[in-house]
């Protein structure tokens, strides 16, 4: 039943859901309920458990600390994590997706010495952001935001900007662009479509998306007009991932973006208590592989749930997706967002049809770069 797998990215929250925020689509917030643990700080002994884990199991592994918030678990707890990856030579490439809140001089020479590649979250200027990144204070916390990337650039540490499309910057392309290019001089930029279930994540959920949501054509006036902006003059010097994974695609290099991949179940979850679940879109009892503290990765693997989980996608894509000329980028996209019928009334990516007129789009002057 159990294939090793030749790379495994694994996403820690070492806060469990604590943050210091409360943004209006977070779809992790509600998953405090999952533990019963009023702490939700990860301990050593349970991160030693899972790191001796993947040095037996993957050749190339990554750890994405995420939340809630991140820092919230504190800088003395990440000392003694990295430092016992350094002392047993296990190689493994550490990310941080952060709400760069909390961040300051000490935290950012640390992921500079240990070459964290951090993720910032910020939904563009101070107006569209504090829409909905809302702190659970009513505080402003964007001047310090600020000022921190201003202080990840000091000290030449590797981030790029994490930016949800969501129903109040989707109408503002050319304003959020240009503010991540030519005002804060950000060279790395992901755009994430804000598709949610009122009902949180899992399969089969139905057709009533949380108000934040966007609609699959103001997704796709959004990316064309940033791809527009992009094409004209920032090529070769801004990075724009979704253009980078569809070039891949073209070129049938990898990619690291899980939404597009084949098949699912090689982007792990880990909560703070050692429970392992099969996606961080999932993390529900339903996908609860078991806890690292009492079993080997190998051992929660094996296991028919897991197996048909990483079987789903593959298994259950709609057949206007596998007849699509583009089913070779987006392979039918998250089933997180399978919430519609195609024709046969199966279930579908919500996406599809802005995903469609994006390839359509891009893709010649795509090649055309890649030819040059
Ligand atoms: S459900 Fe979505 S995010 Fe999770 S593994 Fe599958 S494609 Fe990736
Ligand atoms: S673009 Fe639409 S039809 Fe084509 S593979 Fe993606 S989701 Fe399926």
């Not at 939904?123 to 990840?152: A, F, M, Q």
């Not at 527009?228 to 070129?251: N, P, R, T």
């Not at 596998?322 to 997180?336: D, L, M, N, V």
């Amino acid at each position: 039943m159990f294939t090793p797998f030749d790379s495994l990215h694994i996403t820690i929250k070492p806060k469990g859901a604590i943050c210091n925020l409360s943004c209006k689509y977070c779809y992790y917030l509600r998953k405090k309920s999952l533990c019963n643990n009023t702490d939700f700080s990860i301990n050593l002994k349970t991160y030693i458990n899972l790191l001796e884990n993947l040095k037996n199991f993957a050749n190339r592994s990554s750890i994405t600390w995420q939340g809630g918030e991140p820092t919230l678990r504190g800088l003395d707890f990440f000392y003694e994590a990295i430092n016992y990856q350094k002392i047993h030579g296990i190689k493994i490439k550490n990310c941080f997706q952060t709400n760069g809140t909390n961040l300051n001089e000490e935290w950012v020479k640390f992921f500079k010495e240990n070459d964290f590649l951090i993720g910032i979250s910020l939904d563009g200027p101070k107006n569209l952001h504090e829409k909905n990144r809302v702190s659970v204070t009513h505080e402003s916390y964007y001047d310090k935001i600020i000022e921190n990337i201003n202080l990840l650039k000091k000290y030449g540490v590797d981030f790029n900007i994490l930016c949800t499309v969501n129903k109040e910057n989707v109408r503002y392309p050319r304003e959020v662009y240009e503010y991540f290019v030519n005002t804060l001089k950000v060279n790395f930029l992901q755009f994430i479509p804000i598709v949610q279930s009122e009902k949180g994540s899992g399969f089969n959920r139905e057709n009533v998306l949380n108000p934040q949501s966007i609609t699959p054509k103001e997704y796709e006036d959004f990316i064309i007009s940033v791809f527009d902006l992009w094409y004209k003059k920032d090529v070769g010097k801004v990075s724009v991932q979704l253009f980078e994974v569809i070039m891949a695609s073209w070129l049938g290099t990898e990619h690291g973006l899980c939404e597009f991949q084949k098949n699912c179940g090689q982007a792990l979850l880990m909560e703070h208590n050692g429970d392992i679940y099969a996606c961080d879109h999932f993390a529900e009892k339903d996908f609860l592989l078991g806890n690292i503290n009492e079993k080997s990765l190998k051992e929660l693997f094996d296991n028919k749930m897991f197996y048909d989980f990483r079987a789903y996608k593959r298994e259950n894509v709609s057949k206007e997706c596998i007849a699509c000329k583009y089913f070779f980028i987006c392979h039918g996209e998250c089933p997180k967002n399978w919430i519609v019928r195609d024709k046969e009334g199966k279930r579908k990516n919500y996406l599809c049809e802005s995903y469609k007129r994006i390839f359509d789009y891009t893709s010649d002057k795509l090649l055309a770069l890649i030819k040059r």
